[in-house]
């Protein structure tokens, strides 16, 4: 079955990085499209960033300039860099994957920005 494991999440200050990673199994991961979304406490899932198979990417106004998706199809993984990160970027992060639409999800990993 396809499973989706995120790592690279902790407590980063405000202003610093973190490098999110996804490792893919259970599918051919070069035909799929990568996305990253994230949770706050009390608000909606929403989208951060996607990229295409072909390695097309978008990414939601509040992480233009600061955040880059990337994928590695040798390695059947995507990563979200994150810098310059604040306060309001705390949430939990979650790789998902999909053709037509995300089927698949990660269990998801906590970014906390916090002096």
């Known amino acids: 079955q396809v499973q989706l494991v995120e790592s690279g999440g902790g407590l980063v200050q405000p202003g610093g990085s973190l490098r999110l990673a996804c490792a893919a199994s259970?599918?051919?991961?070069?035909?799929?499209?990568m996305g990253w979304f994230r949770q706050a406490p009390g608000r909606e899932r929403a989208l951060v960033a996607r990229?295409?198979?072909?390695?097309?990417?978008y990414y939601a106004d509040s992480v233009k300039g600061r955040f880059t998706i990337s994928r590695d199809n040798a390695k059947n993984a995507v990563y979200l860099q994150m810098n310059s990160l604040k306060p309001d970027d705390t949430a939990v992060y979650y790789c998902a994957a999909g053709m037509a639409q995300f089927n698949y999800w990660g269990q998801g990993t906590q970014v906390t920005v916090s002096s």
């Open positions: 990229i295409t198979a072909s390695g097309g990417t």
């Open positions: 259970g599918l051919t991961f070069g035909g799929y499209g």
